[in-house]
């Protein structure tokens, strides 16, 4: 059953507005991209994501389609669920790597030992293991989700706990990226080479020490994207600059969906 307010506040219509202007947005993409293939411009809808969901949007079969409001909604899924936590795991990363500037030389080298002053190629990025060091640190500290939920279907009987059906579990992975008993006494400080041997071996095989990109079947569909974008601007950035922290910065993280510096990060950038 829909719910519709009688009454709506300030914030109500401007939430709409908003919400109908993303709508707008999106569609407006779309259509550009159908125009394409109805004007003879284009032979497909394209091998991108959006593609994909318009061949499924036209299916010869009627029942196989999906509506114009489920691409849409998943467009404005895909493109908030992946903006949000990658700048953030972005603007981490660059902080601690402006403090950490031994960690930030080690990584430079790595990239022009592979790239030199070329751009980061697809065989290339697998091969960064000092940048992924890196952001699997950066993750495990300001791990951008920190909430993950999921909701009983029955009820369960874990050791000493019970759990009735329908409760809705909210499980903090940044309590248990800081946990000592799991990491050590110095859970709290920068140290890329915990993750040297890979994830598993940090965590000395407990897949549920680590959870940046959660667990299980809903687990994180952009995972492999998200990380190669991050070694993508890292290996930019870290070939024609050098940083360090700007004396303006103030520590202030902010749990807002993701969690984000409050008033960003402010680094002085060195021409190499
Ligand atoms: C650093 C970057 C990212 C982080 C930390 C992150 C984190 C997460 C987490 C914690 C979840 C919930 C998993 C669970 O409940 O077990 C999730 C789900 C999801 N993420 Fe990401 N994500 C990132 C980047 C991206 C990108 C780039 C995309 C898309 C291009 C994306 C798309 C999604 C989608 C669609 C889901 C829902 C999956 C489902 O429910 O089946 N994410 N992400």
Known sequence: MSRRKIWKSQDDIESDKIEQSLRDSVLAIVRKREEKVITGQAHNFGSDFLGSLLRVHHDADKKNRISIDDVIDECKVFFLAGHET??????????????????????????????????????????????NMIINEALRLYTPAISLVRRVTKNVKLGKYEFPANMELHIPPLALHRNQDIWGKDAHLFKPERFSEGVATATRNNPMAFLPFGFGPRTCVGLNFANNEVKIAMSIILQRYKFTLSSNYVHSPLSLITVRPQNGVQIMLQTL
């Open 86 to 131: 990658t700048s953030s795991l972005l603007s981490w990363t660059f902080l601690l790597l402006a403090i950490h500037t031994d960690w930030q030389e080690k990584a430079r080298n790595e990239v022009f030992e592979l790239f030199g002053q070329e751009k980061p190629t697809a065989e290339g990025l697998p091969r960064l293991k000092i940048a």
